[in-house]
């Protein structure tokens, strides 16, 4: 992870054995949603992302890369496995027979921009969003973008929140911090998930 790329401003809250809790400050983020399958969804909503940032707005304004690129889920259905999901109900994402979902993916924008001075996108499949202060339990793991390893990484992640006593209030997110050029054992990926903080 290059030091001059801006990644979202965080506080460490609690360091556990096999995640870190962490709270956000509000940030920006564009976003585009695609169907397509885990490994290819970031690479296709990344062309359009970056297509904005670099000058595809009303502003032709060329804006900063940050890091990470999320990726998350936008469907909900019920599961049968027992890690909850959702504070109400056990619930997760599971892939259409064809391997397809629809994933939300998205690039943070610099802090130096509001929802006011940020350009439009031209590109009508790009929304902008706030995203409020939230606290994140985030599991950091080095290696390859495959979906086995993510879900093993997720599955880690879910059972030492639930043996912790956590509340989760959303899907889980795909953190990626590197380049597709990069090498896959050079890789930063992060497994992150909006918890319930404690009081």
Known sequence: MASAIETP?????ETHSDFELRRYAPQIVAEVEVESTFENASGLAFRILADYIF???LSQKKMSMT????QQASEKIAMTAPVAQQP???TTVEPSPNGKQRYRVNFFMPAEYTMETLPKPNNQSVTLRQI???VMAVRRYRGGWSQERYRA???RL???LRAAGFTIKDTPIFNRYNSPFSLPLMRINEVAIEVQPRT
Do not use: I, K, Y
């Open 153 to 155: 990484e997720e599955r």
């Open 55 to 57: 000058g595809n707005n």
């Open 67 to 70: 890091a990470p690129v999320q």
């Open 9 to 13: 401003q965080h506080t460490v809250v």
């Open 132 to 134: 409020p202060e939230r």
């Open 158 to 160: 879910l059972e030492a």
């Open 88 to 90: 109400t109900a056990e």
